[in-house]
């Protein structure tokens, strides 16, 4: 602060000695410039251009010492001496620079030198709805009383917005309800919100009522700031006391002690405070006998006992109750109370039992008599008249004797010890008098057990799963039962149900008869049984015995036990060894052969697959790991070795692997004799056709219709004697490299070979023949024929 002031005063000290040198020169010029700019704005926002709307030159300004040098109010605002523009140097809040709705202006002063010149700057501070309206306190309190007319007016707690003009307060509103509306009162430049009250209260209704005020400026978007007003009904004496009850009717009997309370008569008034306090009185116009007896507390309202009653005097008593409230004046009302003396019966019935037994037996016959009642009561009259019954919920009953209140206990269903075990009898003997008097007395019974319960399996089938390769003699699973009866007969032994044919799986199952626990005397294969069946027997020690019997079903789970064995390549002497000739001349991609397998595991254990161990060259061949196919990579050079050895691995999928490898030698081989070579293995394929798959039968198909085509296509080169070689035969996408048939033919001094799909191709291929013509050395040269060979 103290170095703001000390800015100001050098600020007005410089402004008056500018001043002075301006009227000592004489040189004054003045000029007035009008700017608006709203609160709020960023630091560096321009106001507007001082320079440009003066007519002064931009380039001259620093040298003249373009400035503003009006007092405090260049905290607010600077011109920037570059472009000439009047810019706001700090936040503008124009609550703080000005009151109330009118306008807000700031005068500034621009100073220039050489020449000194002094102009001034009005600047108007717009308004922007910043502020929402508030209420100097949140909450407002009115007590009102609930006689009060309606059309009355409560003033209530008046909003303040610091905007000014339309983001000012416009209007009051209320939330809707029945008894209250809003109206609003214009003081000068304040509007005051009314409460007027539209229709009368009623606090027996509802003693309270929360409004809220909401006061809501005029700016968009809107704000608006809310008032809590809570009313507070007063009461005032519009309700008398009203009894419970008309009349109150009470049955006393007559051995009851003085002090005791006979009743309690309640009346309620809805008015509060004084209003609605009661106080109790007995009517003046009972007789003498009544207060004697009788007396009335008067701010409770309980009667009691003063004297002490005589059925044989008087049977009834009638009072009559006022109760009357403290307002001004006071409102009363009445009641009746009719009090009824009775006869005491004050000995209740005694119970005697005799039993025979404590132990019934569960298979006993309903009528079966467990014990002997009977029952004595010293009252005489109806007093002394006895109603007997067991109490609780058992399967027995009384029967009446020949003699009055005699019975016996007898059984009125067949007994179950499994469902319950024993007994607690209850029996209630109740006299008639007036109130009734009771007695009851308790003993117990215990069920004994018989056997009437099979042993029991939770399921009507078993199934286990049992790995292969168990070990012989040790436990593999348990079967249980139980049996709902107790001691022996609930002991059960087991046993397996031997069939004994020659090949029953049960001679090597062994079960231990007291705990079910079934062992293996073998070990199984799952390539030899995957399943069986038995049956175990239960078998309680009751006399007679029961039993019951359960089906076992086994399922054996494969383990990887089994190597893969090697189908193909496989040797006279039985190794997996095989020897394949190929033609030298063929392309990359030719089927070599195909190692086939089989494994009797299953699943993964029996998923095979195929990898190259050792191979002489491994530019040469590659081999499918799913399909065991061996196939070229490259066409062969004239350095590659004649003959190359592949030892080929197969290997299943099981946890802990096993394999099996077979030896392929591949001999390469000029083009004619591997010719020769094919047709002699066409042959002697013919003659395994029990061993050909779907796949060569498919080949055969191809192989005969590529026959047939070839044939038209040479007839219809013989008839048209043309020379051109360049036969169109369709591609056979599906060649792998086996020979089957092959056809020759010539056309002029050119002989030519047409390959089948499984041929292996040894000589060169003509271009644009699709892969399916060879051109072979002319050796029918010197006779001039044309033909074909199959």
Not at 145 to 161: C, I, K, V, Y
Not at 360 to 385: A, M, R
Not at 410 to 415: A, D, G, I, M, W
Not at 426 to 433: F, H, N, S, W
Request: glycine share 6%; net charge negative.
């Amino acid at each position: 602060m103290e170095s703001e002031r000390r800015c100001r005063s050098w600020g007005f000290y410089w402004f008056g000695f500018y001043l002075s040198l301006l009227l000592f020169f004489g040189e004054r010029a003045l000029a007035e410039l009008r700017y608006s700019v709203p609160e709020e704005v960023k630091e560096g926002t321009v106001v507007g251009n001082v320079a440009k709307d003066l007519g002064l030159d931009k380039s001259s300004l620093i040298d003249r010492r373009f400035r503003v040098v009006s007092g405090s109010a260049d905290a607010f605002f600077e011109v920037n001496p570059d472009n000439g523009a009047l810019q706001v140097h700090k936040k503008i809040d124009r609550e703080e620079l000005c009151q109330g709705s009118g306008a807000c202006l700031m005068e500034l002063k621009i100073l220039v030198e050489n020449p000194l010149e002094i102009h001034y700057v009005v600047v108007e501070i717009t308004d922007v709805n910043d502020h929402s309206p508030s209420f100097s306190e949140k909450q407002q309190t009115f007590e009102i009383a609930e006689h009060s007319s309606p059309g009355t007016r409560f003033q209530l707690h008046a909003a303040r917005d610091p905007d000014a003009g339309i983001n000012s307060i416009r209007t009051y509103t209320l939330t809707g309800n029945d008894h209250f509306e809003i109206d609003i009162s214009q003081s000068d430049e304040d509007k005051i919100p009314f409460l007027v009250l539209k229709k009368s209260l009623d606090r027996e209704k509802n003693t309270k009522h929360s409004l809220f005020v909401t006061a809501v400026d005029g700016g968009k978007p809107q704000r608006s700031g809310s008032l809590n007003v809570s009313i507070i009904v007063l009461d005032s004496n519009d309700n008398r006391p009203m009894f419970s009850q008309d009349t109150y009717q009470i049955e006393i009997y007559e051995n009851v002690p003085v002090g005791t309370t006979v009743t309690r008569v309640n009346a309620m008034d809805p008015d509060e405070g004084a209003n609605g306090e009661i106080e109790y009185s007995l009517s003046k116009s009972l007789a003498r006998k009544v207060y004697e007896i009788f007396e009335l507390d008067r701010l409770s309202g309980q009667i009691k006992l003063k004297g002490g009653l005589d059925f044989e005097e008087s049977e009834i008593y009638k009072l009559e109750v006022e109760a009357s409230d403290k307002g001004t004046p006071p409102l009363t009302s009445r009641c009746r109370v009719i009090i009824k003396i009775k006869d005491v019966n004050d000995n209740p019935p005694e119970i005697e039992i005799t039993s025979l037994s404590n132990t019934v037996s569960e298979n006993s016959k309903p009528g079966t008599v467990i014990s002997l009642i009977s029952v004595t009561d010293k009252d005489s009259g109806v007093n002394g008249k006895i109603i007997s019954s067991i109490a609780n919920d058992v399967p027995l009953e009384l029967k009446p004797s020949y003699k009055e209140n005699t019975y016996s206990v007898v059984t009125k269903e067949f007994l179950d010890r499994e469902k319950v075990s024993h007994y607690e009898i209850t029996i209630k003997a109740t006299d008639c008098g007036e109130p009734p008097l009771s007695t009851v007395k308790t003993f117990d019974i215990q069920i004994s057990d018989v056997n009437d319960n099979s042993p029991h399996f939770d399921e009507n089938r078993l199934q286990f799963y049992l790995v292969e390769n168990n070990l012989a003699g040790a436990s593999i699973f348990s079967v249980s039962a139980t049996d709902n009866d107790v001691n022996e007969n609930a002991a059960v032994s087991y046993h397996i149900v031997r069939a004994g044919s020659e090949n029953d799986v049960t001679s090597f199952l062994n079960i231990n008869s007291e705990n079910g626990l079934i062992s293996a005397l073998k070990s199984f294969d799952f390539e030899t049984l995957k399943t069986f069946q038995f049956q175990v027997v239960a078998t309680d020690s009751g006399t007679p015995s029961l039993s019951s019997n359960v089906t076992v079903n086994v399922f054996i789970l494969d383990q990887n036990d089994n190597a893969p064995v090697i189908l193909y390549p496989v040797s006279s002497n039985g190794s997996a060894e095989g020897v394949e000739e190929i033609p030298r001349n063929v392309n990359a991609g030719h089927l070599v052969t195909k190692v086939r397998a089989y494994d009797a595991d299953i699943g993964y254990n029996g998923w095979l697959l195929f990898s190259l161990q050792q191979v002489t060259d491994h530019s040469l061949f590659g081999l499918d790991r799913y399909t065991g196919q061996i196939r070229t990579l490259r066409s062969f050079t004239e350095t590659d070795e004649a003959e190359h050895k592949l030892v080929i691995m197969v290997k299943d999928n099981g946890n802990v692997s096993l394999s099996a490898t077979a030896t392929v030698i591949v001999k390469l081989v000029e083009p004619k004799e591997a010719f020769a070579a094919s047709d002699v293995k066409s042959s002697a394929k013919d003659d395994e056709g029990n061993d050909v798959t779907f796949y060569l039968m498919i080949t055969l198909g191809s192989v005969s219709v590529l026959f047939l085509i070839s044939i038209i296509v040479l007839i219809a080169m013989q008839c048209s004697k043309t020379t051109d070689c360049a036969s169109k035969y369709l591609q056979d996408t599906n060649y792998d490299g086996t020979l089957c048939h092959s056809i020759q033919y010539r056309s002029g001094d050119k002989r030519y070979m047409l390959v089948g799909p499984r041929m292996s191709i040894g000589s060169t291929i003509v271009p644009g023949s699709h892969a399916n013509t060879l051109v072979l050395p002319d050796r029918r040269r010197a006779s001039g024929e044309s033909g074909y060979n199959i």
